[in-house]
């Protein structure tokens, strides 16, 4: 049946849908069956419950008819009066073929000088891309906190293994928890396929879709259809008609006694109607030529300012979906990172394998990376080294800590891996150690433990002295 959602949450999945009979339904995300939209409040639907419990729903999805404006030909009445798109597009398709024979009866093309257009260029762009512009602004509208976008063409195949380790390590967390982002995600990589791209071919949506949406443009068709069929008839006649004069001459070139004057009478009468029909072939000709004419001219005047219009919205939107594609995966990195790091079993298990990085993609394509040989690399693995290189040398913040309480070091890596997803923590424990490293690294901070046996002044002079890291922020910690 049709109806309204009118509650829905993105944090719990769970939402209401409102019928024409103000009944109220309840839904969960995982009965949502729709890769072309996501839900939302006010977004119409079609649903289906379950026959033992009329409150169940079993199936839901957005309804292809979201907006009755003055320029639909079905009102949103006729969207409640009916239970499934499958009718309403029935309905929409009996209404637009009453107006085509309305327009083709009403109209007389021998006087119109040309077919004007039942809904704009730019009206009609709008409609087609009315799915595709929503979504976007959805997707762009999810919070990145600041962050740079991540690139979705390179770091989307590190995605479903980041996913996979949060909701196997930490049972909690499911899947479930990050739908609202995975649909929108599934939805705009769809927008980007071979075959999406294809449906939007300009030339292809020009024949296929903007005309057969032009009222007036179809009518002179169906008209010129009908003309075209009324010719063959005549045509058929006008052949019949000058069989029988012929044969009536020919009778008549003998005598024929006292019926002849009734023969000559019947053939005055074939001839009057082989002139009407001789006329209306030339009426319906013209007809035909004029049609044709008005239809080509339609296709001239507005064929080349669509396909520049349609063009240039198409371009738009591509490039808006990889921005939205960009937008959903730092979102949603993000949105694991803060659960990772929150999480006590990802604490344990996780910085057992690696020391320096969140949890977050940027950890799983490094620890992908440490696995290459750097001399053999694929073309997609080293344009993945040179994506992360540079992104890391944009965003990342390196903090060095000098502790000899592995404790500590574990605390406070932990600490400042939650507070920034573009940190990466190194710790060591000796002096030499801290020497060498502050000699050949840069560091954003250096965190230095009070409690070292070595002098902690001292190591700061020492860094501070060096090159690398006289820029460097010191800070002196000291165990409470």
Same mark, same amino acid.
């Given at each position: 049946?049709?109806?309204?959602?009118?509650?829905?949450?993105?944090?719990?999945?769970?939402?209401?849908?409102?019928?024409?009979?103000?009944?109220?339904?309840?839904?969960?995300?995982?009965?949502?069956?729709?890769?072309?939209?996501?839900?939302?409040?006010?977004?119409? &639907?079609?649903?289906?419950?379950?026959?033992?419990?009329?409150?169940?729903?079993?199936?839901?999805?957005?309804?292809?008819?979201?907006?009755?404006?003055?320029d639909s030909i079905i009102?949103?009445?006729?969207?409640?009066?009916?239970?499934?798109?499958?009718?309403?597009?029935?309905?929409?398709?009996? &209404?637009?073929?009453?107006?085509?024979?309305?327009?083709?009866?009403?109209?007389?093309?021998?006087?119109?000088?040309?077919?004007?257009?039942s809904i704009s260029i730019?009206?009609?762009?709008?409609?087609?891309?009315?799915?595709?512009?929503?979504?976007?602004?959805?997707?762009?509208?999810?919070?990145?906190?600041?962050?740079?976008?991540?690139?979705?063409?390179?770091?989307?195949?590190?995605?479903?293994?980041?996913?996979?380790?949060?909701?196997?390590?930490?049972?909690?967390?499911?899947?479930?928890?990050?739908?609202?982002?995975?649909?929108?995600?599934?939805?705009?990589?769809?927008?980007?396929?071979?075959?999406?791209?294809?449906?939007?071919?300009?030339?292809?949506?020009?024949?296929?879709?903007?005309?057969?949406?032009?009222?007036?443009?179809?009518?002179?068709?169906?008209?010129?259809?009908?003309?075209?069929?009324?010719?063959?008839?005549?045509?058929?006649?006008?052949?019949?008609?000058?069989?029988?004069?012929?044969?009536?001459?020919?009778?008549?070139?003998?005598?024929?006694?006292?019926?002849?004057?009734?023969?000559?009478?019947?053939?005055?009468?074939?001839?009057?109607?082989? $002139?009407?029909?001789?006329?209306?072939?030339?009426?319906?000709?013209?007809?035909?030529?004029?049609?044709?004419?008005?239809?080509?001219?339609?296709?001239?005047?507005?064929?080349?300012?669509?396909?520049?219009?349609?063009?240039?919205?198409?371009?738009?939107?591509?490039?808006?979906?990889?921005?939205?594609?960009?937008?959903?995966?730092?979102?949603?990195?993000?949105?694991?990172?803060?659960?990772?790091?929150?999480s006590e079993p990802i604490?344990?298990?996780?910085? $057992?394998?690696?020391?320096?990085?969140?949890?977050?993609?940027?950890?799983?394509?490094?620890?992908?990376?440490?696995?290459?040989?750097?001399?053999?690399?694929?073309?997609?693995?080293?344009?993945?080294?040179?994506?992360?290189?540079?992104?890391?040398?944009?965003?990342?913040?390196?903090?060095?800590?000098?502790?000899?309480?592995?404790?500590?070091?574990?605390?406070?890596?932990?600490?400042?891996?939650?507070?920034?997803?573009?940190?990466?923590?190194?710790?060591?424990?000796?002096?030499?150690?801290?020497?060498?490293?502050?000699?050949?690294?840069?560091?954003?901070?250096?965190?230095?433990?009070?409690?070292?046996?070595?002098?902690?002044?001292?190591?700061?002079?020492?860094?501070?002295?060096? $090159?690398?890291?006289?820029?460097?922020?010191?800070?002196?910690?000291?165990?409470?």
């Amino acid at each position: 049946m049709h109806g309204r959602i009118v509650q829905y949450s993105h944090a719990t999945g769970i939402g209401i849908i409102i019928n024409a009979h103000k009944k109220l339904f309840d839904f969960k995300v995982f009965n949502w069956h729709d890769k072309t939209r996501i839900p939302e409040i006010n977004l119409l &639907v079609e649903f289906r419950v379950d026959d033992e419990n009329n409150n169940n729903v079993i199936y839901v999805r957005s309804s292809k008819y979201q907006e009755f404006d003055k320029d639909s030909i079905i009102r949103e009445r006729d969207f409640w009066k009916t239970v499934t798109d499958e009718e309403l597009e029935k309905l929409e398709q009996n &209404v637009f073929e009453d107006l085509i024979a309305k327009t083709c009866k009403e109209t007389d093309y021998l006087i119109v000088n040309n077919i004007k257009t039942s809904i704009s260029i730019d009206k009609f762009i709008q409609y087609h891309f009315e799915s595709e512009t929503k979504i976007i602004k959805h997707s762009l509208k999810l919070p990145v906190d600041g962050y740079e976008l991540l690139d979705y063409r390179i770091v989307t195949r590190f995605l479903t293994r980041t996913l996979d380790s949060l909701v196997y390590t930490e049972k909690r967390i499911t899947k479930d928890t990050f739908s609202s982002y995975l649909q929108i995600y599934s939805k705009l990589q769809y927008l980007i396929t071979p075959f999406y791209k294809s449906q939007q071919e300009t030339k292809k949506v020009f024949n296929e879709v903007f005309l057969s949406q032009q009222l007036y443009f179809v009518s002179a068709k169906r008209k010129l259809v009908n003309v075209k069929d009324d010719l063959l008839k005549v045509d058929n006649k006008i052949r019949t008609l000058k069989s029988q004069i012929y044969h009536i001459n020919i009778k008549l070139s003998a005598p024929q006694g006292k019926n002849e004057q009734e023969i000559r009478d019947k053939l005055d009468k074939i001839n009057n109607q082989y $002139k009407e029909m001789c006329e209306t072939q030339i009426h319906l000709n013209k007809l035909k030529e004029r049609i044709e004419k008005m239809l080509a001219l339609f296709i001239q005047t507005y064929e080349k300012d669509f396909f520049i219009k349609f063009d240039k919205a198409r371009e738009q939107i591509f490039e808006h979906i990889k921005n939205a594609l960009n937008t959903v995966i730092t979102s949603l990195d993000n949105k694991m990172w803060q659960l990772g790091m929150a999480s006590e079993p990802i604490k344990n298990h996780f910085f $057992k394998l690696q020391s320096s990085y969140p949890f977050c993609i940027l950890a799983f394509i490094q620890q992908y990376i440490k696995t290459l040989d750097v001399n053999k690399l694929s073309d997609n693995d080293r344009l993945l080294n040179i994506y992360i290189t540079r992104y890391k040398e944009r965003n990342t913040k390196k903090v060095l800590i000098v502790s000899s309480k592995d404790r500590l070091k574990s605390h406070l890596k932990i600490q400042l891996l939650s507070m920034y997803k573009d940190f990466i923590v190194t710790s060591i424990d000796k002096k030499m150690e801290y020497e060498i490293v502050v000699t050949n690294q840069k560091f954003d901070y250096i965190i230095i433990d009070m409690e070292l046996n070595n002098d902690p002044i001292e190591m700061v002079s020492f860094g501070k002295n060096n $090159k690398y890291n006289k820029f460097s922020k010191f800070i002196l910690y000291q165990t409470m």
